[in-house]
């Protein structure tokens, strides 16, 4: 059967992109940067997207499309084809961090579902321009065991209603009005929170670069906050390669999914990091950071809980198009593998990552089993860092290997058929075979 393809490369582009942008931007960057210490980590940020997140969107969509599967058809081709057997190990790892960020994306997922139901009335008054109130309200929600777990039980179940319903062509058409909605929302934020008093302390902290403040710690953490903020690592950008058409051109259509997904990141830094200053709020304040902030910041508009709600609900549809992307991988991998029916197995991963994403809810201080730690970190924290640190940056370091040296002559005729300049793809060569790999173990390196 011919496999179905998007309609147009506006339309692949589209959905590329509502698979990147999502809570990575609006609720990652920011305090990542914020602890991070700003300035400089925002242009590595910047450099290594626009470098290693674009070489590995193209190899990713090129391997999907040559190969016309996902992730792990991707290498049982290969296999079949005289490659080693052990590459798989690549595909099925990429399924192991699919699972892990569902884990926690969906208590941050939580989240918005939480604020966007307080933005509406329930649970008290949420607009206020008390630090200290708002961060203890955050606090007192994630400490929760009730709130947070439900919270995150109905995001996770509205991922899989979207998935086994078949809607996620609906979300996908939904999220293409309201995506530039919310970049519009914060727009106005960024300029509300600019104009508060002692917001330009903010601006400078995000903005001026500052060399001294270079560290391995923040190498890696740039290098996975790029690979999460442009869903790569994760055979997602892999899967929704195999459904490009052939003539639809890599490079131009990887730049601007980057593109949006580096500007909603920067967008997000500029709406939360001033009114953090201005509000004399902790830049350190850690996952919370972007919770924290904006109700003050709503609270400081005419009508701002008209903004907070269509804020919070905006949120939710970018984090639910991000994590409808995740979940459909190991969903196609389980009907490929096992020829399990599309809702038995969206519904017993949903069974699986509830026990894992419960236990990072009931790990946050406050809950069951807060103050439980393995390697020093909550499981929360422990899924993040595993995910974005290890696994990501591991499996692109094997997927460069692979394409530069194994895959290479598929690659290059992907991207030669459609793109066709022979600088760039001697260029994409050095990259894949040299560069990237160095790159990413030096990196990893100098995080320890
Ligand atoms: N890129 C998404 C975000 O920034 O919210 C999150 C994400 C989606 C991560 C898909 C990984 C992924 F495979």
Request: hydrophobic share 55%; glycine share 10%; with cysteine.
């Amino acid at each position: 059967m011919a496999r179905s393809q998007w309609g147009s490369r506006f339309g692949f582009i589209l959905a590329a992109a509502g698979s990147a942008v999502g809570l990575g931007a609006v609720w990652k960057f920011p305090y990542v940067t914020a602890t991070n210490g700003g300035g400089v980590f925002l242009f590595i940020y910047l450099a290594i997207s626009l470098t290693l997140g674009l070489v590995l969107m193209v190899t990713e969509w090129a391997l999907g499309r040559a190969a016309q599967s996902g992730p792990v058809g991707v290498f049982k081709r290969a296999t079949k084809n005289g490659a080693s057997p052990a590459w798989a190990l690549i595909g099925y790892g990429t399924i192991l961090t699919c699972f892990l960020i569902l884990s926690f994306y969906c208590v941050v997922g939580g989240w918005t579902v939480a604020y966007f139901l307080k933005s509406l009335g329930a649970g008290g008054p949420l607009l206020t321009p008390d630090a200290e109130v708002l961060k203890a309200q955050f606090d007192a929600f994630v400490g929760n065991p009730l709130w947070s777990s439900l919270s995150f039980v109905t995001f996770a179940a509205l991922t899989t209603w979207i998935v086994v319903g078949g809607v996620s062509k609906g979300i996908e058409t939904l999220s293409k009005y309201l995506m530039p909605v919310l970049f519009l929302l914060m727009l106005v934020l960024i300029v509300r929170g600019l104009t508060l008093p002692g917001a330009t302390d903010g601006l400078l902290y995000y903005l001026r670069p500052d060399l001294s403040k270079i560290t391995g710690k923040m190498l890696v953490d740039a290098m996975g906050l790029s690979l999460f903020s442009l869903s790569l690592g994760m055979g997602i950008m892999v899967t929704y390669g195999s459904y490009i058409t052939s003539e639809t051109k890599l490079v131009r259509s990887s730049l601007w999914v980057i593109f949006l997904a580096v500007t909603t990141c920067f967008l997000a830094g500029l709406m939360v990091l001033p009114p953090v200053f201005a509000f004399g709020f902790s830049p350190t304040t850690g996952p919370g950071l972007t919770m924290v902030t904006m109700p003050a910041v709503f609270a400081h508009l005419p009508a701002g809980s008209m903004f907070a709600m269509a804020f919070f609900f905006l949120l939710l549809v970018a984090a639910l198009t991000s994590s409808v992307s995740i979940l459909e991988v190991i969903v196609s991998f389980l009907i490929d593998e096992f020829g399990w029916s599309r809702s038995k197995s969206a519904w017993l991963t949903v069974a699986a990552f509830c026990v894992t994403g419960l236990g990072a809810c009931l790990s946050q201080d406050g809950g069951w089993l807060g103050g439980a730690t393995v390697f020093g970190k909550n499981l929360f924290n422990l899924y993040d860092y595993t995910t974005s640190n290890l696994l990501m940056p591991l499996g692109e370091l094997a997927l460069a290997i692979f394409a530069g040296w194994v895959a290479w002559p598929l690659i290059e005729t992907q991207v030669g058929a459609s793109d066709s300049r022979s600088v760039l793809m001697r260029a994409m060569r050095v990259f894949l075979r040299f560069v990237l790999p160095v790159l990413i173990v030096i990196v990893m390196i100098s995080g320890l």
